[in-house]
């Protein structure tokens, strides 16, 4: 539009300077051919010049115009184009009534002579694999890949196909072809994630987990990333291909060089990592890392840990769990925990002592159940009982309230 002003501004401007060119002189235009002769003014051959210029392009447009519309092949090529138009947006319309078989004819038809081929075999593809006709859907499919914009969402189609078939291994293999094509999409990555966690394939979730924080933000993907880590220290501590303790402890050590560094600080994949840690032998190094994280941040769930710890001695855990509690009394976290770890050191009195707290001071199950045994393990079946009584009045309040048979005179 600016361009088609601007020229009839020139023009304007051309046309007003001839005008004072000619109006200051006019000229004279003689013409002599055997016996004709003509004369006039150079303004009117002027006149006439552009005069015939104009009609030539108009004639021309016109002759063009008329060429289109009556010329055979393009007027069949505009025929097969509306008419497939047509078919588009019947085939639409016979899809979403659910009249699938109807609408493949149709899109199929607007596939292959239509301006809209993309969206006629993406909705053939659709219409054919809810006839449960897998090949066919797979054939549209391909006809819309080789569109240079099909090729992403006919493939999001064939993954989104393959899991609703029950296929996940088929699904990923396309979705990393597609995450690698297109690395910031953030519906591939998302689905690519949901097929890898499905398959429980925690390294190469974590291996995506950097991706899936660029598309999505830092916080959007901060459980599943911290759910991956978690399942993958579990995966790799319980490895089946690792016989012997050294070679699952060291592996184990391996991969907790490669978490995150703000997992590293989460109290529950310290946790997590130090208790299999202890159970691979690797005691010393779990009590340490349990007391350096204790240092910066308290969580109960870290004093745990010190019970799957044999290679160093009851004696000396109790001494760090006693250290514990002068700083908290009545943790009920670490009065269990140091009445396990009195148990293994035989020490039943102080065991007793440990777990009489615990259950005084937070009334915890955990705390109850230990006690309920220890006395019984004890001969006193008395307190024993007594105390599994506690733990069931406890338990109470966490049930529903529902009709109870009454008691029988």
Request: charge should be positive; hydrophobic fraction near 45%.
């Amino acid at each position: 539009m600016k361009k088609v002003a601007l020229l009839i501004v020139i023009a304007l401007v051309a046309a007003l300077a001839l005008g004072r060119w000619m109006a200051a002189d006019s000229g004279y235009v003689l013409v002599i051919r055997d016996d004709f002769s003509m004369d006039t003014t150079l303004g009117f051959v002027v006149l006439a010049a552009l005069l015939a210029v104009v009609a030539i392009v108009i004639l021309t447009l016109l002759g063009n115009a008329a060429w289109n519309v009556l010329e055979p092949v393009r007027a069949t090529r505009r025929w097969k184009k509306a008419v497939a138009a047509r078919r588009l947006r019947s085939g639409l319309l016979q899809l979403v009534d659910g009249e699938q078989e109807k609408a493949e004819r149709l899109l199929v038809a607007a596939g292959e002579d239509g301006d809209w081929p993309l969206l006629a075999w993406l909705l053939a593809a659709e219409a054919a694999q809810e006839q449960d006709n897998v090949e066919a859907s797979q054939r549209y499919l391909e006809n819309a890949s080789s569109d240079r914009r099909g090729r992403l969402v006919a493939g999001l189609m064939k993954a989104r196909f393959a899991l609703d078939d029950g296929y996940p291994e088929q699904a990923r293999q396309e979705l990393k072809v597609l995450a690698d094509l297109a690395p910031r999409n953030k519906r591939i990555l998302r689905t690519y994630a949901e097929v890898l966690e499905s398959q429980k394939d925690w390294p190469a979730l974590c291996a995506l987990m950097p991706r899936l924080k660029r598309a999505f933000g830092e916080g959007k993907e901060s459980r599943r990333e911290r759910r991956a880590w978690l399942a993958l220290l579990q995966e790799t501590a319980r490895k089946p291909g690792f016989n012997d303790a050294d070679s699952r402890r060291e592996e184990l050590r391996k991969l907790w060089k490669d978490v995150p560094v703000h997992l590293k600080n989460d109290p529950a994949m310290v946790a997590r990592y130090t208790g299999f840690l202890a159970q691979l032998g690797g005691g010393k190094g779990a009590l340490n890392l349990v007391r350096e994280q204790l240092s910066q941040q308290w969580d109960d769930r870290l004093p745990p840990v010190l019970e799957a710890i044999d290679d160093i001695s009851p004696d000396d855990l109790l001494q760090v769990l006693e250290g514990w509690l002068a700083e908290r009394p009545g943790n009920a976290a670490v009065l269990i925990t140091s009445g396990r770890v009195a148990l293994k050191a035989r020490l039943w009195g102080k065991a007793q002592g440990f777990f009489e707290a615990a259950a005084n001071s937070s009334q915890s199950a955990t705390a109850l159940a230990e006690l309920s045994r220890l006395y019984q393990a004890l001969g006193d079946s008395s307190k024993a009982q007594k105390a599994f009584e506690r733990r069931l009045q406890q338990l109470e309040g966490q049930l529903p309230a529902l009709p109870m048979p009454e008691k029988s005179l």
